[in-house]
């Protein structure tokens, strides 16, 4: 069971437990969005009052008619009394479609207010967080679930308000009316609520499951789409899509069952309301027939009597739709709540400002959260100059991935310092630190934007001058100009329409334009061809210019030059020196050259 499951199913388990007022608790959690919007709230609850006002006076009006209108002599009185109710009812359409308007810009706002923060918060979360959690559940967070709230607030809030205040409006003129008649629907009233309630908690726990089948399968095909030339290429879409069906036929029967127990409930409503309607007048004929009651009073209270039955029942409906709510809520909580592993100190040290970056790690020695038996790093001591370039060797698994990642402060060491500019990183704040490193990864990200946004990716709105600076001494400049539209021009997701090399210097176009101190080359020119790696490797030539810099490499001729090379086995250093120095060594670099160059 993943993490953010079992968070949820105790999470329920606690809320089971609890009232009704703390099963709906997770909704507080929109409390402060709503309270940002005051004067549309409040507005907002004005135009509600003045439509349940509007409705309530409808009653009033039939009593008078009945009572005093159908008669000759009262001919002006009953066209007076019709005029009223065009006027109430033209006050209820105004007062409704305001309602409408305010409530549903309520919902969208902070609908809107609500993805914002929790993309935010998902940006700064740390790379362990991903590492227990795949990004299509996530995504299923933000999206399916604050779309759930959104519905709820534009549309279930507003009929759940509204009927709110019908109902103990309608009831309050119901004493009004008749005190007695008024006990005898109290009487049926516990009959009506008390299987609301008991379907609540059911209707709740069904919700939840739903939603996260549903994330489930979201996240299974998020991650097989964003694999789709390996998946055709090892012709698994037989089995992907059986699978996703599996997914979301479970989807939908999580779905039915939690859609079966509404319809369930609102069966049952409707029935014991219609039941207790009847029941109310038949004994409310018996009192006009007996002469203790006018018809016009027996039919304002059997009105107010159907507008709190109705009201109730619509309540019963959307009291579903809140649970939903309140569970999309609860889920979006928990992601809000989850605090990045890394963050930035209260009050950070500065680095210096004539940092050339140099950068130290001592004694350090780190395990992986999802591996803590097993040492990424094992008391590892390195100090590396202003302006020196470093290569890292070694073979998978050593090592030399954990030193960008400890560098980038994407882990802490759990032993040991890591050190830039002689300030202990963890010390220092995030932004300040990342913008010290400009970083060319192995997996080149480039997004589906245009050329000119994804060498700026980090920089803002860097003058275009700039920009074509950096492709220039990336080698990029000339097959950006051949391509239609040249800087302007749409890339598609990862980049599909550039070759390889394109998009290697692409990213060293977007280090270079970074103006960092720092740069950490990884895996740079694997997988290209001669012509290709030829081109990169001139184009990281321009990008080392006066910089520190750090390279992984398992293709030696990229690091042949560098001023050092370390060598890493099993976390630990092994090696170090220059190429000529460790060749004659006779080690593992040396053995790891022969295999190389004799090749």
Do not use: C
Not at 61 to 75: P, Q
Not at 352 to 370: C, D, H, L, M, W
Not at 421 to 444: F, M, S, Y
């Amino acid at each position: 069971m993943r993490a953010g499951t079992k968070i949820g199913t105790d999470i329920e388990t606690d809320i089971d437990k609890k009232s009704r007022g703390e099963k709906l608790k997770p909704l507080r959690a929109l409390k402060p969005y709503v309270l940002n919007h005051r004067g549309m709230l409040i507005a907002a609850l004005i135009a509600l009052i003045i439509a349940a006002a509007a409705t309530l006076a409808v009653p009033l009006g039939v009593r008078r008619m009945i009572d005093l209108g159908f008669s000759s002599e009262n001919g002006g009185f009953i066209d007076k009394y019709f005029g009223m109710m065009i006027m109430v009812g033209l006050v209820l359409a105004v007062s409704s479609s305001a309602r409408f308007y305010l409530v549903t810009w309520l919902g969208e706002r902070i609908v809107a207010d609500l993805r914002t923060d929790v993309f935010t918060h998902l940006t700064r979360l740390s790379p362990s967080f991903y590492e227990k959690t795949r990004s299509g559940e996530v995504m299923s967070r933000l999206t399916a679930d604050t779309t759930q709230i959104k519905s709820t607030i534009g549309a279930g809030a507003s009929v759940a308000l509204r009927n709110t205040v019908l109902f103990f409006g309608a009831l309050v003129m119901m004493f009004v009316t008749s005190i007695k008649l008024s006990f005898l629907v109290f009487l049926a009233i516990p009959l009506i609520i008390l299987p609301l309630f008991a379907y609540g908690r059911y209707v709740r726990k069904l919700s939840r499951k739903a939603q996260d089948t549903l994330a489930e399968a979201s996240a299974y095909a998020a991650e097989n789409l964003s694999a789709v030339r390996t998946l055709q290429a090892f012709t698994n879409e037989k089995h992907v899509v059986t699978r996703f069906g599996d997914e979301v036929e479970r989807s939908f029967a999580a779905a039915r069952e939690r859609t079966g127990a509404r319809a369930g409930l609102t069966a049952i409503a409707i029935f014991l309301i219609f039941a207790s309607i009847v029941g109310i007048l038949w004994y409310g004929a018996g009192e006009v027939l007996s002469g203790t009651m006018t018809g016009g009073r027996l039919g304002q209270f059997v009105l107010y009597t159907v507008f709190a039955a109705s009201a109730l029942g619509q309540l019963s409906e959307v009291w579903g739709e809140i649970q939903q709510a309140a569970g999309s809520a609860e889920r979006l909580t928990e992601l809000l709540n989850t605090s990045p592993e890394i963050k930035s100190p209260i009050n950070p040290v500065e680095f210096p400002e004539n940092g050339k970056g140099q950068i130290a790690f001592r004694n350090v020695t780190f395990s992986y959260p999802t591996r803590p038996d097993q040492k990424a790093l094992d008391d590892v001591s390195l100090e590396i100059k202003p302006g020196e370039v470093v290569a890292i060797v070694g073979p998978s698994g050593a090592g030399k991935s954990t030193i960008f990642n400890l560098a980038l402060r994407f882990y802490d060491p759990g032993a040991g310092s890591v050190d830039i500019d002689g300030v202990p990183i963890d010390k220092a704040d995030l932004g300040a630190l990342r913008r010290k490193i400009a970083l060319v990864p192995q997996e080149i990200n480039i997004f589906a934007d245009s050329i000119i946004e994804n060498i700026r990716y980090g920089t803002g709105n860097m003058p275009q001058a700039k920009v074509e600076a950096a492709a220039r001494a990336a080698l990029a400049h000339d097959f950006i100009e051949e391509i239609p539209g040249g800087y302007a021009a749409m890339l598609g997701e990862h980049g599909v329409n550039l070759s390889g090399g394109q998009r290697q210097r692409i990213a060293i176009a977007r280090a270079i334009l970074h103006e960092s101190p720092i740069l950490l080359l990884d895996e740079a020119t694997s997988a290209l061809d001669a012509d290709s790696e030829k081109k990169v490797q001139e184009a990281l030539e321009h990008a080392m210019e006066g910089r520190t810099t750090l390279i992984i490499a398992h293709r030696l001729a990229t690091v042949k030059r560098a001023d050092r090379i370390i060598v890493l086995k099993e976390g630990r250093i092994i090696e170090e020196g220059t190429h000529e120095e460790l060749v004659d060594r006779a080690g593992t670099y040396s053995e790891l050259a022969a295999l190389q160059f004799s090749s």
